[in-house]
């Protein structure tokens, strides 16, 4: 593994992640007890989504079958892989439990503050993001997907979201901006001002009403809720309930940090072929294996930095008591780097096989379905 100096803010993830910092720098609780339905979801029992601010007004929701919304927001960046999954299965368990999703593309942040063309954006959001939601199981009955640069065709609803993100403006100062994200330019703040406009939104009259609002992120983006959170506290045209938010682990690329689209050496593409799944785990994929085959017998390996085993955890093994026994095995050298690799690879390809069959029968009307409601 690196091991550079930790930085993490939205638009940027350097050296390697130290998750206890998060946690006091940004006052972010972890998550404790939760709800039985919770619980059997593997990316909670795992801890792999570790720490929230709020969550107790949605599970109350939850408890009473009231209307609670689900937002989030994606950034059409190349490949869609692995670690995009992680809130796709958080759309999909939330989606099950009676929310509506809201998704967000973040078209004009990526224009703003990453430089790229709208048409490109508009492309990359449904052939890479929009068509594997779909096929991993997301429904277009209780969702909703806009563009950040086409909010929605009826002008009140337009009108009501843009305004908004102009109107927070007035409750933030620059020294506040630039205390949460370091680095700061016009395009990035509007990029956040809208950002907080996604996440508020839902809640206007011209929308859902008072209803809680859940945002499960990847830790780089706190300071977008705590920015927002703060706007949202001195706006006076609308009372808003405070938002409710999860954060889960960024899923480890290949060689350690944080899975990246624009490396496809970091990422397992939801496209990769089940050849360059084999080669890419075989030859990419941070071990924790030791240098030779006998010092891994009689020592054993470290499953915790072990980017094979981490995959497995995450997603692909749901048996616990099979997890637990690849650990063990791992750790005590009876399970060599060799064997994990070659048990995770073929875990992998039985899912992307299934999942590229499913993405393949996926019609342009089947898109459309989601999106301008
Ligand atoms: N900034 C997010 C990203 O880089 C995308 C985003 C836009 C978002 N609006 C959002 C995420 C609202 C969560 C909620 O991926």
Redesign the pocket.
């Known amino acids: 593994m690196t091991n550079k100096k930790f930085e993490v803010n ?1 638009w940027e993830v350097k050296g390697d992640i130290d998750y206890g910092k998060l946690i006091k720098e940004f006052g972010i609780e972890p998550l404790k007890e939760l709800p039985e339905i919770f619980e059997n979801n593997v990316l909670f029992r795992r801890k792999t989504i570790f720490a929230h601010r709020d969550i107790g007004r949605v599970l109350m929701a939850i408890k009473n079958k009231k209307k609670f919304v689900m ?5 059409p960046s190349g490949n869609f892989h692995l670690g995009h999954m992680l809130v796709v299965q958080q759309m999909i368990f939330y989606q099950k439990l009676g929310a509506k999703i809201y998704i ?1 593309v ?1 078209d004009l ?1 990526a224009y703003n503050a990453r430089g790229s063309t709208l048409k490109e954006m508009r492309k990359i959001a449904i052939e890479q993001y929009i068509k594997n939601y779909i096929a991993l199981g997301l429904s277009s009955k209780n969702c909703e997907i806009y563009f950040q640069s086409d909010r929605s065709k009826d002008s009140v609803k337009a009108n009501a979201y843009y305004r908004l993100a102009s109107n927070f403006s007035r409750y933030s100062t620059f020294n506040e901006f630039k205390a949460v994200y370091g680095d700061i330019s016009p395009g990035k703040m509007n990029a956040s001002l809208l ?1 907080a406009a ?2 508020f939104h839902a809640q206007l009259p011209e929308f859902e009403g008072s209803v809680p609002i859940i ?1 499960p ?1 990847g830790t780089d ?1 706190d300071p ?1 809720l705590r920015l927002a959170r703060g706007m949202s506290k001195k706006f006076k045209e609308h009372k808003f309930i405070q938002l409710s938010s999860t954060y889960h682990l960024f899923l480890p690329g290949l060689g350690g940090g944080k899975m990246s689209s624009s490396d496809p050496n970091s990422h397992i593409a939801m496209t990769d072929s089940e050849k360059e799944v084999a080669n890419k785990i075989n030859k990419y994929a941070f071990s924790g294996g030791r240098a030779t085959l006998e010092e891994h017998k009689k020592k054993g390996g470290n499953p915790d930095i072990d980017v094979s085993f981490q995959y497995l955890k995450m997603f692909f093994e749901e048996n616990d008591n099979k997890l637990k026994q690849i650990e063990e095995d791992y750790r005590n050298g009876n399970l060599t780097t060799g064997e994990l690799k070659k048990y995770t690879i073929d875990k992998i390809n039985v899912f992307l096989k299934k999942h590229q069959e499913k993405r393949a029968k996926i019609t342009k009307n089947d898109v459309e379905n989601f999106l301008y409601k």
Do not use: S
């Open positions: 939205p937002m989030t927001g994606l950034m967000a973040a942040e950002q996604d996440m945002v992120v983006q977008h």
